[in-house]
């Protein structure tokens, strides 16, 4: 298959130094993140149950100790003024092993120990991996929402200037007063959703505080083309397949079969297998929406690629039709709005892209580190 490298250019401006990139802000989410710091608890009091449960198929020794004294006083009879003194003390020692030939309630205790440490490894992982996607998902959210920002700055810059022009064409004669109603009432409409977008800045900024507990930085933006990639395999069935035996929530959900097995407990184990099958199920789908986000993913930001291309011809046109008398001011902002909204549903895409191609890792319980840093290479970063 033939591949085609895709750039999308979100700022033509300079960014500080100083900014983060994804693999730093997910370094501090792995020390300042409390979702992950109750599972690495949980994690290490689990670790206890093993030693705790190990205790009852060991040999019980006991060690007693026991001191006394007598004091023995007797005034002679030759002599009343003479007194015999004599202390006799007496030092018992007891040590005593017992070992419980076979209890069968110490050792279930000591199979569902050893089956609790396995499954508190696989929701640690499970914590791991669901950060990993967090933190990529807060991070672009924040990066979108400033590129919104952006793009409606220059949307706003771009409707005052036609306000302006609007304005002197109808003082001159040569336009009608509608033209410049029109363009106020794309001003006031662009104002206002600046409003808007700054606020959905602040929201996404505080998401990204709650997972790594302070106050992010300048986030560093895409700085070189980025080669969107379909999965591989370019299969759904080997997707299902991982997702059905190696996700972790599926793991766990065995972990818990095999416990109510131990216990013999019927109830709980007709639980633990509609748990299992949940478990399943949820894993699939996951497999199954992440392959499709990924592979159409692909073809839409090819397509909006060239989208914001015939966009931007068509403005142009516009504008220049605008100076020929052919088309109206209404006509050139309508047409630059539709230049900013496909900027927009491309730059989207491309981050829909980036976290569906997560998913689908975490859907087969592959999602590692390094997925996040080949991520934060393919960025520039």
């Known amino acids: 298959m033939k591949r085609r490298m895709f750039v999308l250019i979100l700022a033509t401006v300079a960014f500080p130094a100083a900014a983060e990139d994804l693999v730093q802000i997910y370094r501090d989410a792995l020390v300042g993140d409390p979702t992950l710091a109750a599972a690495r608890a949980t994690y290490n009091a689990t670790q206890e149950v093993l030693p705790q449960a190990r205790s009852g198929l060991l040999p019980v020794l006991s060690v007693l100790g026991n001191a006394n004294k007598q004091d023995f006083r007797e005034n002679l009879h030759s002599d009343p003024s003479t007194t015999f003194t004599q202390r006799f003390p007496q030092y018992f020692y007891t040590l005593s092993a017992s070992q419980p030939l076979f209890r069968m309630q110490n050792w279930i205790s000591f199979d569902q120990a050893k ?3 396995g499954q508190s490894e696989y929701v640690l992982a499970s914590a791991q991996q669901d950060l990993i996607v967090r933190v990529a998902q807060a991070y672009f959210d924040v990066l979108l929402a400033q590129f919104t920002i952006e793009l409606t700055e220059s949307q706003k810059a771009a ?50 505080r709650a997972i790594i507990g302070r106050t992010p930085n300048q986030l560093k933006r ?17 997707w299902i397949d991982k997702a059905l035996n ?12 095999v416990n109510s097995r131990v216990r013999q407990a019927i109830a709980n184990q007709d639980a633990a297998r509609q748990n299992l099958e949940q478990a399943r199920r949820a894993a699939q789908l996951l497999a199954q929406t992440s392959f499709t986000g990924v592979t159409s993913g692909v073809a839409q930001v090819k397509a909006l690629t060239q989208a914001v291309k015939s966009a931007q011809v068509s403005y142009d046109s516009t504008k220049l039709g605008l100076e020929v008398g052919v088309r109206t001011n209404l006509d050139v902002l309508n047409q630059q709005q539709q230049v900013y909204q496909t900027r927009f549903n491309l730059a989207q895409s491309y981050y829909a892209y980036i976290i569906n191609a997560l998913k689908l890792k975490q859907a087969a319980g592959t999602l590692s580190d390094q997925d996040v840093e080949k991520i934060n290479r393919d960025l520039g970063g």
């Open 159 to 208: 409707v005052s200037e036609n306000l302006a022009q609007a304005q002197r064409n109808f003082e001159v004669g040569v336009a009608t007063i509608t033209d410049t109603n029109d363009a106020q009432a794309k001003y006031d409409q662009v104002a206002a959703q600046e409003i808007s977008v700054q606020n959905d800045l602040d929201n996404k900024i505080a998401a990204l």
């Open 222 to 238: 895409v700085e070189r083309s980025f080669e969107p990639e379909v999965p591989a395999p370019n299969a759904i069935e080997p």
């Open 115 to 117: 089956q609790q440490i």
């Open 246 to 257: 190696e996700n972790y929530q599926v793991r766990i959900a065995q972990g818990g079969l």
